[in-house]
């Protein structure tokens, strides 16, 4: 069965370290998220992606995030200088199309020391 | 506006019981309401989804009860097994289906 697959499985970095975590979405799958999930809380929507934009981000969404789709499969989503606060559950998620049953990864856990 | 509100927080249900798990939003904008099951270090997988066209979805032993009046939706589960333990959030989107918000999830534990 296709399956959205994350790596790393969990990062621990340093305040102030630039993060990069990556996804491969499932192959014929237009729309491309990533939500958050901080330990033993809800699920947020950071972003969506489509057609080589973003085309909806939340409040969490700021200047130090970015998402990117560097060739035809990986889709990356870029901390640039993390927080303690930024320690999470990362899980990104595709859709063929925007109706459509979403896939979630199995996630990048991020610990920010 | 975008909130979607779950109760109970943690449910614990013996073997055989019935689990309910309700959620309740604001924006009548909505208009798919997934559910999804979570178990611990995984991602969230789609256990079942209702369009608002219609007030009842069941699905093996899982069934969607939907009120649009009311705002509200609620997640069934017949003849609870101690495989369902895992954590469910109920969603919402609307039409653009950009954005799934959350509710706060339901920790539920099936004891044997």
């Known amino acids: 069965e296709p399956e959205v697959t994350q790596t790393p499985s969990h990062q621990v970095t340093q305040m102030g370290q630039e993060v990069i975590l990556r996804c491969v979405p499932i192959?014929?799958?237009?729309?491309f998220y990533w939500y958050r999930q901080i330990l033993g809380q809800k699920v947020e929507f950071l972003v969506s992606?489509?057609?080589?934009?973003?085309?909806?981000k939340s409040e969490i969404f700021d200047d130090q995030f970015s998402v990117e789709r560097p060739d035809g499969s990986n889709f990356t989503l870029k901390i640039r200088s993390t927080k303690l606060e930024d320690s999470a559950m990362y899980f990104c998620?595709?859709?063929?199309?925007?109706?459509?049953?979403?896939?979630f990864g199995e996630g990048s856990r991020l610990t920010v020391l | 506006q975008q909130q979607v509100k779950q109760s109970p927080q943690s449910l614990i249900v013996q073997k055989g019981g019935i689990s309910i798990i309700n959620c309740a939003y604001e924006?009548?904008?909505?208009?798919?309401f997934p559910w999804y099951q979570q178990f611990p270090g995984k991602g969230p997988a789609l256990l079942i989804a209702?369009?608002?066209?219609?007030s009842e979805k069941k699905e093996g032993r899982f069934t969607i009860s939907f009120n649009k009046s009311a705002k509200q939706f609620s997640l069934h589960i017949m003849d609870s097994q101690p495989g369902d333990s895992a954590t469910y959030f109920c969603?919402?989107?609307?039409?653009?289906?950009?954005?799934?918000?959350f509710g706060e999830g339901t920790q539920l534990t099936v004891n044997p």
């Open positions: 992606f489509y057609n080589n934009e973003i085309s909806e």
């Open positions: 209702i369009r608002p066209d219609v």
């Open positions: 924006n009548t904008a909505f208009d798919y």
């Open positions: 192959s014929n799958h237009l729309y």
């Open positions: 969603a919402a989107t609307d039409i653009s289906g950009s954005r799934l918000t």
């Open positions: 998620a595709s859709r063929w199309i925007n109706t459509g049953e979403l896939f």
